[in-house]
């Protein structure tokens, strides 16, 4: 990494891998990290499939009555659907 003049210059290497919002590649985004721990891409930024399992979740709450619940769900839901991270 180098500084100049108020600004960071990040050489981007096998270390960073990157995400983003759609398949359109919007909202594209980098992410340092262990390649082996695998994190999904909605952990970064809200997507699609965070935004319908929040709809699908409150719904459900709405219908048992039991919020917590809906929150586990949603919580179970995030820890193993979504997309991972692409490498260079």
């Known amino acids: 990494m180098a ?4 600004c960071y210059e990040v050489t981007v290497d096998e270390h960073f891998q990157y995400g983003q919002k759609n ?15 695998k994190p999904f891409q909605h952990r970064f930024i809200p997507t699609a499939i965070g935004s319908n399992a929040a709809e699908w979740r409150n719904k459900l709450a709405h219908n048992l ?11 179970a839901v995030k820890k193993f659907v979504g997309d991972y991270l692409h490498g260079f």
């Not at 500084?3 to 108020?6: E, L, N, P, Q, T």
């Open 3 to 6: 500084y100049f003049a108020g």
């Open 23 to 37: 398949k359109e590649g919007e909202c594209r985004f980098l992410v340092y990290h262990k390649k082996g721990r």
């Open 65 to 75: 009555g039991h919020g917590s619940l809906a929150d586990q769900i949603s919580s």
